[in-house]
């Protein structure tokens, strides 16, 4: 354990908290004239335009949670392309007053997408070997570099699958600009986010994507050549995970890589100038140096074991899974009147635990740490109230030790962990917590995500990245179930830390709220234009 790393990462998670009476550092003000643009491009690479579906694959919805019966489709240039465009392409574009902005598959914290994706491909039908970065805006691969194709040969024997490489990297200043020193905290839940969008999105290609957890950063950095770029000053790009996406489900595979290959990928010549963001950027120091002291060592492979598969499957409309993908949006308002079911609720809670060969968590991140306090305004044939839903067994004795005394801890269903603690409207609470926004009081519920805390990090300090990326999944597989259910989410990464904990009568950091999240009927803008996600690509 490295004390020092450990004191440094809590330093930094108390001196981001939001309070009542002040918040975490920023700017302070929107400099519009530095907003970072929200898409990387690699200047010079050889580009590579990517056909965009015909036809969505044809799973429904709750196929998305499954696998035994999904059809394996082949890894070509088309499938790839298709899996690129549901998991971390463009959604739409909307405009307004003389504006125009692009929504994508994969959310982030005001829309400003700090999160970089790359591939390292083997050879298909018209693509050579290579690592690649994926522009979602003008959905093309750029090539950065070549890749000897026999290396394959002893990937396929080390993983003993098919399957190509894919990795997740952060710009933390595309998230400062606006954030301040709170945006290490953001970019960690946009990684969390992509990496559930992209095992959802797998598995309609009949794919499963596993994050490969014995990498250390720098090891994913010299993977995807980010050690052999020269970034413009701020905008580097920082490691963060390596998936292997490949066919078949519940193989044991390797979380690593052979070091071999590795010392392979640090020979290869890299090309492409990273397009600069921004003027000038503001230096917040205190991310950078988080971001080192949180970053990644080499660890044994782990492999983790999840429920067995089951559940509450509330009827959801008839939508295609890729058409809900498609329809994610955040809400901005909601109708103060709208409810849900119960059952709607609680197969929307149940969603939210790990289930063996169930995407998007058997992507096998950590064990799960992170639970549900909730704050439940209008559900039908359940009570107003507070709530908490645990998401492993391991934390429900010490966090009711550590809670309030006067809880009630009523169970609500047998076999589901969901509690009531106490009954009432806790509308104005939930608002006051979630920085005073309307929105946390006016939906069906909105919950706050409590992570085990202290025991993870102070062992091993990566993990603080971890945890978000643990509510960034929560929240994406949430958005999904509110769009299937016919209501709408938003995430909400402004709360009042320690307002949140007073409310469970948390008193130390062994349990912290991460992450926010509610969901209700949203109140569409009449303003807004919307136009389809391509449609600047009509004439490519």
Known sequence: MDHQAFQEVVHYHEATKHHLHRYAKSLGYMDWQNQPNPFRSYEGAVSIPLPLLKE????????LYQRDERQTQPFQVKTVAGFLELSLGLSAWKAA?????????????????PTEAHLILPPLDSIASGVY??????HTLEKRAEVPAEWWQEMGRHFDTHGFLMGLSSIFWRE??????????YCNHDVGHALAGISLAANLFGWKATYLNGLSHAKIATVLGLDQTRFPHLEAEDPELLCWIHHGSGMDIPRSLPEEIIAGFATLEFTGQPNTLSRECVNWEIIYKTARLTG???TPDRKYDFAPSGGINAAVASSSAAAIIRRR???????GRGAVTSNQFLSMLEKTIPRQDCPPFDAEL?????????FVHRVREMAPGLYFFFRNDHDAGPIKRSARSDFLWKPVLEGLPLYLLEEGDFRHEAMRVSCHQEIAGSGAFSLGMIAKFRDLIQHEPYRYRHLYW????????????????????????????DAVHAIMGLKDNHYQSLYHFTIGHPVEDPRLTTYPPYHHLQNR
């Open 56 to 63: 969505d694959p044809p799973a429904g919805y709750l196929e």
């Open 366 to 374: 950590m064990e799960p740490s992170v639970h549900l306090l909730l």
């Open 470 to 497: 643990e509510t960034g999944m929560i929240g994406q597989v949430l958005y999904l179930e509110a769009e299937a259910h016919g209501v709408r989410g938003t995430g909400i990464g402004c709360f009042f830390d």
């Open 176 to 185: 400062s600009w606006k954030y301040g020193e709170r945006a290490f905290r």
């Open 329 to 335: 949006r955040s809400a901005t308002s909601f109708d």
């Open 133 to 138: 970065h994926y522009n979602p805006l003008m």
């Open 296 to 298: 990644k060592p080499d």
């Open 97 to 113: 007053a003389g504006s125009q902005w692009s929504l994508r598959i994969n959310p982030s914290s005001g829309n400003l997408h």
